[in-house]
T-cell receptor, first 114, second 109 residues
Protein backbone atom coordinates (compact mmCIF):
# COMPACT_ATOMS: atom_id res chain seq x y z
CA UNK A 1 0.00 0.00 0.00
CA UNK A 2 2.70 2.42 -1.06
CA UNK A 3 1.94 6.09 -0.88
CA UNK A 4 3.64 8.80 -2.89
CA UNK A 5 7.33 7.95 -2.95
CA UNK A 6 9.95 10.65 -3.20
CA UNK A 7 13.70 10.27 -3.37
CA UNK A 8 16.12 11.20 -2.20
CA UNK A 9 14.82 12.35 1.19
CA UNK A 10 17.79 14.67 1.58
CA UNK A 11 19.97 16.12 -1.14
CA UNK A 12 23.03 18.34 -0.74
CA UNK A 13 24.42 20.20 -3.70
CA UNK A 14 27.05 22.89 -4.21
CA UNK A 15 26.17 26.10 -5.97
CA UNK A 16 26.16 25.60 -9.73
CA UNK A 17 25.41 21.88 -9.63
CA UNK A 18 22.24 20.19 -10.81
CA UNK A 19 19.56 18.71 -8.55
CA UNK A 20 17.19 15.94 -9.65
CA UNK A 21 14.23 15.09 -7.49
CA UNK A 22 12.09 12.03 -8.17
CA UNK A 23 8.49 11.25 -7.43
CA UNK A 24 6.50 8.08 -7.97
CA UNK A 25 2.77 8.70 -7.56
CA UNK A 26 0.43 6.43 -5.69
CA UNK A 27 -0.77 3.41 -7.62
CA UNK A 28 -3.67 4.36 -9.85
CA UNK A 29 -2.91 8.09 -9.74
CA UNK A 30 -2.27 9.80 -13.04
CA UNK A 31 -1.89 13.40 -11.85
CA UNK A 32 1.28 14.73 -10.25
CA UNK A 33 1.90 18.09 -8.58
CA UNK A 34 5.07 19.67 -7.24
CA UNK A 35 5.13 22.18 -4.37
CA UNK A 36 7.96 24.02 -2.66
CA UNK A 37 8.09 24.81 1.04
CA UNK A 38 10.49 27.44 2.32
CA UNK A 39 11.36 27.42 6.05
CA UNK A 40 8.46 28.50 8.27
CA UNK A 41 6.14 28.89 5.27
CA UNK A 42 3.31 27.01 3.67
CA UNK A 43 3.60 25.09 0.44
CA UNK A 44 3.61 26.96 -2.86
CA UNK A 45 2.35 25.36 -6.05
CA UNK A 46 4.96 24.88 -8.77
CA UNK A 47 3.69 22.59 -11.52
CA UNK A 48 0.93 20.14 -12.44
CA UNK A 49 1.63 17.24 -14.79
CA UNK A 50 -0.15 14.30 -16.32
CA UNK A 51 1.64 11.52 -18.17
CA UNK A 52 3.83 13.14 -20.85
CA UNK A 53 2.09 16.50 -20.44
CA UNK A 54 2.71 19.65 -18.46
CA UNK A 55 -0.71 21.05 -17.65
CA UNK A 56 0.21 24.12 -15.61
CA UNK A 57 3.71 25.34 -14.75
CA UNK A 58 2.69 28.81 -13.64
CA UNK A 59 4.41 28.40 -10.26
CA UNK A 60 7.78 27.38 -11.67
CA UNK A 61 10.61 29.89 -11.95
CA UNK A 62 11.14 30.65 -15.64
CA UNK A 63 14.80 29.70 -15.63
CA UNK A 64 16.73 26.68 -14.34
CA UNK A 65 13.65 24.69 -13.28
CA UNK A 66 11.98 22.00 -15.36
CA UNK A 67 9.65 19.09 -14.70
CA UNK A 68 8.59 16.00 -16.57
CA UNK A 69 6.37 12.99 -16.08
CA UNK A 70 7.33 10.46 -18.74
CA UNK A 71 5.22 7.59 -19.98
CA UNK A 72 7.36 5.19 -17.98
CA UNK A 73 9.05 5.99 -14.70
CA UNK A 74 8.78 8.65 -12.03
CA UNK A 75 8.16 12.34 -12.36
CA UNK A 76 11.37 14.39 -12.21
CA UNK A 77 11.86 17.94 -10.96
CA UNK A 78 15.17 19.23 -12.26
CA UNK A 79 16.97 22.31 -11.00
CA UNK A 80 20.01 23.39 -12.97
CA UNK A 81 22.83 25.59 -11.65
CA UNK A 82 21.43 25.63 -8.14
CA UNK A 83 21.74 28.72 -5.94
CA UNK A 84 21.41 29.13 -2.17
CA UNK A 85 17.84 30.37 -2.55
CA UNK A 86 16.81 26.98 -3.93
CA UNK A 87 17.27 25.46 -0.47
CA UNK A 88 13.82 24.24 0.51
CA UNK A 89 11.66 21.17 0.95
CA UNK A 90 10.12 20.00 -2.32
CA UNK A 91 6.94 18.00 -2.06
CA UNK A 92 5.24 15.92 -4.67
CA UNK A 93 1.56 15.06 -4.54
CA UNK A 94 -0.62 12.84 -6.67
CA UNK A 95 -4.31 12.34 -7.24
CA UNK A 96 -6.50 10.10 -9.32
CA UNK A 97 -8.61 11.23 -12.23
CA UNK A 98 -11.79 13.08 -11.29
CA UNK A 99 -12.97 16.39 -9.98
CA UNK A 100 -12.34 17.08 -6.31
CA UNK A 101 -10.08 14.12 -5.67
CA UNK A 102 -7.74 15.18 -2.85
CA UNK A 103 -4.00 15.30 -3.37
CA UNK A 104 -1.85 12.91 -1.36
CA UNK A 105 1.65 14.04 -0.50
CA UNK A 106 5.01 12.33 -0.27
CA UNK A 107 7.49 12.92 2.53
CA UNK A 108 9.41 15.47 0.48
CA UNK A 109 13.00 16.03 -0.58
CA UNK A 110 14.95 18.45 1.56
CA UNK A 111 17.43 20.24 -0.69
CA UNK A 112 20.38 22.02 0.87
CA UNK A 113 22.73 24.16 -1.18
CA UNK A 114 26.24 24.71 0.13
CA UNK B 1 -4.93 38.46 -2.84
CA UNK B 2 -4.11 34.81 -2.64
CA UNK B 3 -3.45 34.55 1.07
CA UNK B 4 -4.78 31.85 3.30
CA UNK B 5 -4.21 32.96 6.87
CA UNK B 6 -3.71 30.97 10.03
CA UNK B 7 -2.45 31.86 13.47
CA UNK B 8 1.09 30.59 13.98
CA UNK B 9 0.86 28.86 17.36
CA UNK B 10 -1.62 27.09 19.59
CA UNK B 11 -0.91 25.45 22.91
CA UNK B 12 -3.43 23.20 24.71
CA UNK B 13 -3.42 20.73 27.58
CA UNK B 14 -3.79 17.04 26.94
CA UNK B 15 -7.46 16.04 27.00
CA UNK B 16 -8.72 19.53 26.08
CA UNK B 17 -10.16 20.45 22.69
CA UNK B 18 -8.07 22.31 20.14
CA UNK B 19 -9.55 24.71 17.63
CA UNK B 20 -7.41 25.78 14.70
CA UNK B 21 -8.74 28.60 12.56
CA UNK B 22 -8.18 29.60 8.97
CA UNK B 23 -9.44 32.35 6.69
CA UNK B 24 -9.29 32.08 2.94
CA UNK B 25 -9.86 34.48 0.11
CA UNK B 26 -11.50 32.85 -2.89
CA UNK B 27 -15.22 32.36 -2.54
CA UNK B 28 -15.16 30.14 -5.61
CA UNK B 29 -12.91 27.57 -3.92
CA UNK B 30 -14.66 24.27 -4.16
CA UNK B 31 -12.92 22.21 -1.52
CA UNK B 32 -11.11 23.12 1.66
CA UNK B 33 -8.55 20.79 3.20
CA UNK B 34 -6.78 20.17 6.47
CA UNK B 35 -3.33 18.55 6.45
CA UNK B 36 -1.05 17.56 9.33
CA UNK B 37 2.73 17.74 9.11
CA UNK B 38 4.96 16.10 11.69
CA UNK B 39 8.66 17.08 11.91
CA UNK B 40 10.63 15.96 8.88
CA UNK B 41 7.62 14.35 7.28
CA UNK B 42 5.22 15.10 4.47
CA UNK B 43 1.64 16.29 4.68
CA UNK B 44 -0.97 13.85 5.85
CA UNK B 45 -4.50 14.51 4.64
CA UNK B 46 -6.75 14.72 7.69
CA UNK B 47 -10.09 15.72 6.24
CA UNK B 48 -11.70 17.94 3.65
CA UNK B 49 -15.01 19.65 3.13
CA UNK B 50 -16.95 20.55 0.05
CA UNK B 51 -17.89 24.21 -0.08
CA UNK B 52 -21.62 23.56 0.01
CA UNK B 53 -21.32 21.95 3.43
CA UNK B 54 -21.32 23.71 6.80
CA UNK B 55 -19.87 20.97 8.91
CA UNK B 56 -18.15 17.63 8.68
CA UNK B 57 -17.32 15.28 11.54
CA UNK B 58 -14.83 12.44 11.41
CA UNK B 59 -14.10 10.75 14.75
CA UNK B 60 -12.24 13.33 16.88
CA UNK B 61 -12.17 15.90 14.09
CA UNK B 62 -14.89 18.45 13.35
CA UNK B 63 -14.61 20.90 10.48
CA UNK B 64 -16.79 24.01 10.42
CA UNK B 65 -17.13 26.19 7.35
CA UNK B 66 -18.58 29.71 7.32
CA UNK B 67 -18.72 30.60 3.65
CA UNK B 68 -20.00 34.10 4.24
CA UNK B 69 -16.96 35.01 6.34
CA UNK B 70 -14.60 32.66 4.42
CA UNK B 71 -13.67 31.07 7.72
CA UNK B 72 -12.72 27.45 8.26
CA UNK B 73 -11.95 25.76 11.56
CA UNK B 74 -10.68 22.37 12.69
CA UNK B 75 -11.63 21.14 16.13
CA UNK B 76 -9.73 18.23 17.63
CA UNK B 77 -11.53 16.68 20.58
CA UNK B 78 -9.61 15.08 23.46
CA UNK B 79 -6.27 16.32 22.15
CA UNK B 80 -3.36 13.93 22.67
CA UNK B 81 0.41 14.48 22.70
CA UNK B 82 0.55 12.66 19.36
CA UNK B 83 -1.50 15.48 17.87
CA UNK B 84 1.45 17.87 18.29
CA UNK B 85 2.32 18.93 14.74
CA UNK B 86 1.84 21.72 12.21
CA UNK B 87 -1.66 21.92 10.74
CA UNK B 88 -2.18 23.44 7.32
CA UNK B 89 -5.42 24.50 5.78
CA UNK B 90 -5.59 24.73 2.01
CA UNK B 91 -8.16 25.98 -0.41
CA UNK B 92 -8.56 24.01 -3.60
CA UNK B 93 -9.04 26.04 -6.73
CA UNK B 94 -9.44 23.07 -9.03
CA UNK B 95 -6.00 21.41 -8.92
CA UNK B 96 -4.03 24.31 -7.48
CA UNK B 97 -4.01 24.29 -3.70
CA UNK B 98 -3.28 27.49 -1.82
CA UNK B 99 -1.83 26.73 1.60
CA UNK B 100 -1.76 28.74 4.78
CA UNK B 101 1.50 29.13 6.67
CA UNK B 102 0.45 26.48 9.17
CA UNK B 103 -0.48 26.46 12.86
CA UNK B 104 1.99 24.80 15.18
CA UNK B 105 0.00 22.87 17.80
CA UNK B 106 1.77 22.02 21.02
CA UNK B 107 0.03 19.65 23.41
CA UNK B 108 1.11 19.89 27.04
CA UNK B 109 1.00 16.75 29.16
Amino acid sequence: NAGVMQNPRHLVRRRGQEARLRCSPMKGHSHVYWYRQLPEEGLKFMVYLQKENIIDESGMPKERFSAEFPKEGPSILRIQQVVRGDSAAYFCASSPEGFGQPQHFGDGTRLSIL
Amino acid sequence: GEDVEQSLFLSVREGDSSVINCTYTDSSSTYLYWYKQEPGAGLQLLTYIFSNMDMKQDQRLTVLLNKKDKHLSLRIADTQTGDSAIYFCAEGRTYKYIFGTGTRLKVLA
